[in-house]
């Protein structure tokens, strides 16, 4: 036997009612179920049996945003190394110094997340007595994905605070939230804290490192490709970098070809559902098309999807199962209205020009209005089909 699962069963008897840390069960069986399967089985009701469970799906899902996590790490770098040299690499930049600087600016916002969510997640659980649910290993790690670079850990633990409490615990913890944590925590720092999450100074970072790095001045700027456009119509899009991620945005959104993967990887396993994904690609895509046909947007509609944080919404915010559309019908609807709102707000809205996040905060509140429109319809269609 595991010698590690050996001691967890000789000191189970502790945790277990009447026990002398009898208190901390919940916390123990948190780190059991998390090390290893659970041995208990349906005794009765059981009418589905299935090898993957909750923790399963959480685990594909970091997998699947391992690539455009590295990513962003090496983006930090290398962005802060071309604003250091006034817009170009300076000839003594090193690919691996660049991700290894990145990942120091990375690594204590992902441990400020895991720290203040999982501490709250296992003191609601002790007070509850209830079991401690997986969904915040997910959301954990998106969250620091989505916010700037410079975002203070201070605002990053209230946001994740926010998230956990006034988003999901009181609404009954995981499987019960009616909209998406990771991106109520943007939404709550975007409208608590707008000079971190908005303008020209949060997007790159500017301090060295532990020596590694540049020493940027504070008065340096560098705007996102999509706050550009806004300042200047006439501003050229490098489409290229924009696919391959090396621009200016939030710490996992910037990379097309890295979210790519990431889609791949949820669609093969599963986990995430094609027709809303590709309906939020198809509704953005059409609407974009529609404006920069009348001439109301200088963006064409592949600039909208791979700018911003479109794709990363598409595929790993919008796909949520929990706050998305539940019938088949309703998925292909509530993704081409995020996808059509996104791109709405983006063009209609130039103080907003990212608006893929209120599109999928709006379509989790109205999703359970859409399934009840579809499955009232299927109703009515039967009960005519009887009445013949």
Not at 118 to 136: C, P, S, T, V
Not at 181 to 201: E, I
Request: aromatic share 12%; glycine share 10%.
């Amino acid at each position: 036997m595991n010698p590690l699962k050996k001691y967890l069963d000789s000191i189970k008897p502790n945790f277990e009612k009447g026990g002398k840390l009898q208190a901390f069960g919940s916390v123990f069986e948190g780190f059991e179920s998390f090390l290893f399967v659970p041995n208990t089985t349906s005794k009765s009701g059981a009418h589905i049996h299935d090898a993957v469970d909750s923790k399963r799906i959480i685990s594909f899902v970091i997998i699947a945003l391992v690539p455009a996590l590295l990513f962003g790490m090496y983006n930090i770098g290398y962005q802060n190394a071309l604003l250091a040299n006034g817009g170009t690499l300076p000839a003594d930049a090193c690919h691996l110094s660049m991700f290894l600087y990145g990942f120091l600016q990375m690594l204590p916002k992902i441990l400020v997340s895991y720290i203040v969510g999982l501490a709250i997640e296992f003191a609601w659980a002790q007070w509850k007595h209830e079991e401690i649910q997986e969904g915040y290993l997910a959301t954990g790690i998106l969250i620091p994905m989505v916010i700037p670079v410079n975002c203070p850990l201070w605002c990053l633990a209230l946001a994740c605070a926010f998230s956990v409490i006034f988003c999901k615990e009181i609404f009954g913890g995981t499987g019960m939230n009616f909209v998406n944590p990771a991106l109520a925590a943007r939404a709550f720092l975007f409208f608590s804290y707008p000079t971190v999450m908005s303008g020209d100074n949060c997007w790159v970072a500017k301090d060295q490192v532990f020596g590694l790095g540049y020493q940027v001045a504070d008065a340096t700027t560098a705007a996102t490709p999509l706050g550009l456009v806004v300042q200047d119509p006439n501003y050229s899009i490098d489409t290229m970098n924009a696919v391959i991620g090396l621009i200016p945005g939030s710490m996992g959104e910037t990379s097309f070809i890295a979210i790519i993967l990431g889609a791949l990887f949820l669609l093969f396993t599963g986990v995430a559902s094609w027709r809303i994904m590709l309906s939020v690609f198809a509704g953005g895509a059409l609407t974009a098309w529609m404006f920069y046909s009348l001439d109301m947007s200088p963006m064409t509609w592949y600039d909208q999807i791979v700018l911003g944080g479109f794709a990363f919404g598409a595929v790993f915010m919008a796909t949520d199962p929990v706050t998305a559309a539940r019938t088949e019908c309703g998925k292909w609807i509530y993704g081409l209205l995020i996808g059509f709102v996104a791109v709405v707000v983006r063009v209609m809205n130039p103080g907003y020009p990212e608006g893929m996040m209120l599109a999928i905060l709006l379509m989790n509140v109205c999703a359970p209005l859409i399934d009840w429109c579809v499955v009232q319809r299927n109703i009515s269609r039967r009960a005519n089909r009887l009445k013949k």
